[in-house]
Nanobody
Framework: QVRLVESGGGLVQAGGSLRLSCAAS????????MGWIRQAPGKEREFVAA????????EYADSVKGRFTISRDNTKNTLYLQMNNLKPDDTAVYYC????????????????WGQGTQVTVSS
């Protein structure tokens, strides 16, 4: 059974930084593509970033390019999202997700999800 547990969310002022983590268990972490997806109140889920199984390929939504960095540590079965220069529009619940495919750039391409962690950016 796959389990994904996010942590690291919180309240931060605009321009600040946060680092999200996602601890994975249940199947061989290094075999699967991973991603971060977010959902703001009243909006649909939005792809944020994706990383291939060994971390050699990464993709980002245009809205976060140059500010967010996705990474993974396969020795620790952990996915990360470093978020810098945060903006109020980044306010959302951030979900960690796992896919059978190596690099998925759409929210509905993931088959396992965590419970989410709230990120709130004040202006």
């Amino acid at each position: 059974q796959v389990r994904l547990v996010e942590s690291g969310g919180g309240l931060v002022q605009a321009g600040g930084s946060l680092r999200l983590s996602c601890a994975a268990s249940g199947r061989t972490f290094s075999s699967y593509g991973m991603g971060w997806i977010r959902q703001a109140p009243g909006k649909e889920r939005e792809f944020v970033a994706a990383i291939s199984p060994i971390g050699s390929m990464k993709e980002y939504a245009d809205s976060v390019k140059g500010r967010f960095t996705i990474s993974r540590d396969n020795t620790k079965n952990t996915l990360y999202l470093q978020m810098n220069n945060l903006k109020p529009d980044d306010t959302a619940v951030y979900y960690c997700a796992q896919s059978l495919y190596p690099l998925v750039e759409k929210a509905d391409g993931y088959d396992y999800w965590g419970q989410g962690t709230q990120v709130t950016v004040s202006s």
